[in-house]
């Protein structure tokens, strides 16, 4: 259903548009194709995260999750609740490799970014037996997360009578060095919100693995979502010329 649904939007915005001016175009004859795509995708990443009204392309930068959650140490302790995650830094990603395998039509890509994130947080559990609560604003630091990207596409006619890639499939792994987390106002007692920052500080591993999958899910959709309506717009013969 969503492969449908990605499709469907994306032909709903072909319109007569070519080729964004900040991507350029490779042969799919190039030799040297890989080479040609990720010089061209590291020159227009900063633009396009920014989106584009016009081409109905949405800004994902910053990129919006609306929750998160996670247990310190496990659930018989505490429960944080991360609310509007707002997450900023995908306009800065860099690019590590981007390669197509025409035959097979499958492209990978390896990208690595720092991303911060401003939001707000819930937490509940027991503190020494006593039933606590605590809310207020928070911020999270993912630093050095390197993406694994794959897409799969097929060839589609479009509603102009030229062939259009289509991503039907895709997938993302994630690497993090180091991620930092900051809740302000922790039961307003300074010496108690420091440990229970200290305690997230030291299980950062162990958050990541539990919010990552998620962050990945709503990274990828608004990525794939982008995708679509450009390649809707794009003929093949546009995007990768002979």
Aim: proline share 5%.
């Amino acid at each position: 259903m969503l492969q449908l649904f990605l499709l469907l939007s994306s032909f709903s915005c072909v319109v007569p548009m070519g080729l964004p001016s900040f991507i350029a175009s490779c042969s799919r004859n190039d030799p040297n194709l890989n080479e040609c795509a990720l010089k061209s995708a590291r020159d227009s990443i900063h633009q396009f995260s920014l989106g584009d009204t016009e081409r109905g392309l949405h800004p994902l930068d910053p990129l919006y999750v609306a929750e998160m959650t996670v247990y310190i140490p496990n659930k018989q302790g505490f429960k944080v609740v991360f609310k509007d995650n707002y997450f900023t830094g995908l306009s800065k990603m860099h690019m590590e490799s981007l390669k197509f395998d025409l035959e097979n039509k499958l492209i990978t890509a390896d990208a690595l970014v720092t991303l911060n994130v401003k939001n707000t947080y819930d937490l509940s559990g027991k503190l020494l037996l006593i039933p606590v609560n605590s809310n207020g604003d928070s911020n999270i630091h993912l630093k050095n997360t390197l993406l694994h990207i794959r897409f799969w596409y097929e060839h589609v006619e479009g509603p102009d009578g030229k062939i259009h890639w289509n991503i039907y499939k895709h997938d993302i792994k994630y690497e993090v060095e180091k991620a930092t987390f900051r809740l302000d106002n922790l039961l307003n007692d300074k010496n108690i919100g420091d440990q229970i920052n200290r305690l997230l500080n030291e299980m950062w591993r162990e958050i990541v693995a539990d919010v990552g999958p998620s962050i990945c899910q709503s990274l990828s959709a608004a990525v794939v979502e982008n995708l679509s309506v450009l390649l809707g717009q794009v003929p093949y013969d546009e995007l990768l010329p002979e």
